[in-house]
């Protein structure tokens, strides 16, 4: 869970190019620092240091082979071995190949994604911003210092008219209770579930590895057991039930069923991520506690991954790598987002979000990158990046900025989960993003508001309806959640992706076209007397 502060209006400055016009009588040389684009030299310098060692070596191997070695000294070599040399080369040869079978039989093995699917509710469950202040004013229990409070919440939070709405908290009066949480479980879960075992064409049966995060909701039996009965698996499936996880549990999800495929060979392994607000309507008046009812949305998504290397044809990604920060040693980190009664006298439970939680999560993102990046940055950024640290830690040298890597050297796409307005906002200024490589996650946020775990799929989806995925190209997937914790998935594409294919599992295909929509600062909640 992410709090979505409220903010002021930022302004930012935008830096027009402009462009220079050289006089063809002028004689002197022009100004080559206004007439060339900076970002030009930057991806040549990027190219040159990365590829500096095979420009070196390639043409003075060239040079040094191509004039003496001929193709009968190597049969000449090949024979004196076997004349003189016959057990050393026989015991090389046995050497050779029983490291070779060591490295085939124990490195990793490749994990795929042969597709996801994101749940779209009903139409029936769209809650406007003006339905959900008359459902908070009809419940008869906010202030009205409180009702302003959360219309003031939603009015910057970013999110849109279509969101979605458990239909419990949606009638009136409301009905939060424990047979109508397992509605919406199971209507999320079997929804995605279905769409993407339809897509895949994957038996129930041949799933041999199953696991379900949802942070706030963990009924008996558990919701893996619900998908088990459900779908009928196999009784040998491995299934586990994630709770507590906060909103980076589904990349918590995506790593322990990739350490698990690691170990069972030939395996399907479906992940499901998703969160129940049904019986998470915080009905108090803690501030604290209120930001999350203003945010949150229903929604889920199931994901589908394969280690078989036949799959690798039919499947859409290849994972990279997982890294996974934890911050839970740190007191202020471990209580930023925290589940507990509230202070009033009635003690409702709710999740109380503490006010220092973007600074945690600003330095839980920076632990997380400084791992992630010698993994995926090329040389060229890394280089940098030490440069700067030296002068700044050895030699002291107080003038120069910290170099803060450039991702999109690394990353064709971002998806960056959709907490707040606020969260993206700093992300988009701390790792110095364009609105392009916002938009999957700034449009999630509009069209379907925090849906905690199941955010990033969402995200990606929106990417492959605009058609932007294209074989060899990396996806950055970045998570933060309760702990506190800060969670990476690098994907990369196997092939493009079809738009026109993505029907049944993709939630924006029918009204892709209506996207990227400008998001005001402050979107007025017209009225709050609207009943349905």
Request: net charge positive; aromatic share 10%.
């Amino acid at each position: 869970m992410n709090e979505n502060h409220i903010q002021s209006e930022q302004t930012t400055n935008n830096n027009n190019s402009q462009a220079t016009t050289v006089d063809v009588t002028n004689q002197k040389i022009p100004n080559f620092l206004l007439s060339v684009r900076l970002k030009y030299v930057k991806l040549g310098y990027h190219y040159l240091i990365s590829n500096a060692v095979y420009i070196i070596i390639l043409p003075v191997l060239f040079a040094a082979t191509s004039s003496s070695f001929k193709l009968s000294d190597l049969t000449l070599l090949f024979n004196h071995l076997l004349q003189f040399h016959l057990l050393p080369s026989t015991l090389f040869a046995a050497l050779l190949i029983f490291l070779t079978t060591l490295y085939f039989t124990t490195r990793p093995r490749k994990v795929f994604l042969l597709d996801f699917a994101c749940y779209k509710p009903d139409p029936s469950l769209i809650c406007t911003r003006e339905t959900f202040m008359d459902r908070s004013q009809r419940v008869g229990i906010f202030t009205e210092d409180n009702l302003a409070f959360q219309q003031k919440i939603l009015e910057r939070s970013g999110l849109g008219q279509k969101t979605y709405f458990p239909e419990a908290l949606l009638r009136v009066p409301p009905n939060p209770c424990m047979s109508e949480a397992r509605k919406e479980a199971e209507t999320v879960m079997f929804g995605a579930i279905d769409a993407v075992l339809e897509k895949t064409g994957v038996k129930p049966k041949d799933i041999g590895i199953l696991v379900v995060n949802c942070s706030l909701f963990n009924p008996t039996p558990s919701l893996s057991a619900m998908i088990v009965n459900k779908y009928k698996l196999r009784g040998n499936i491995l299934s586990y039930n994630l709770g507590g996880m906060g909103c980076s549990a589904g990349l918590i999800s995506i790593d322990l069923a990739k350490q698990l495929l690691q170990v069972q060979a030939n395996s399907y392994a479906l992940v499901v991520s998703t969160e129940n607000i049904t019986l998470n309507w915080y009905l108090g008046n803690d501030r604290s506690m209120l930001l999350s009812n203003c945010i949150f949305r229903m929604g889920g998504a199931a994901v589908l991954l394969s280690n078989r290397s036949t799959d690798r044809r039919r499947s859409k990604y290849q994972l990279i790598h997982t890294v996974r920060t934890h911050k839970g040693a740190d007191d202020n980190a471990f209580n930023c987002v925290y589940q507990r009664e509230d202070n009033n006298d009635n003690n409702k439970v709710g999740v109380s979000l503490s006010k220092n939680l973007m600074a945690i999560a600003g330095e839980a993102l920076k632990t997380n990158i400084t791992t992630l990046g010698p993994l995926v940055l090329p040389m060229s950024e890394q280089l940098l990046f030490f440069m700067t640290l030296v002068a700044r830690k050895v030699f002291k040298v107080k003038k120069i900025k910290p170099y803060i890597p450039d991702f999109k050297l690394a990353f064709e796409h971002f998806c960056i989960h959709a907490g707040g307005r606020a969260v993206l906002d700093e992300i988009e200024k701390n790792l110095e993003l364009s609105e392009w490589h916002m938009e999957p996650s700034r449009m999630t946020l509009n069209r379907f508001g925090n849906t905690s775990s199941s955010s990033l799929w969402y995200e990606l989806a929106y990417s492959e309806a605009k058609g932007r995925i294209k074989r060899g190209d990396r996806t950055w997937q970045i998570a933060f959640g309760s702990g506190f914790k800060c969670n990476s998935a690098v994907w990369r594409a196997l092939r493009s992706i079809d738009p026109s294919k993505e029907e049944k599992t993709n939630p924006w295909i029918d009204e892709i076209h209506e996207f990227p929509v400008q998001v005001p600062r402050v979107s007025l909640v017209t009225s709050s007397s609207e009943s349905r």
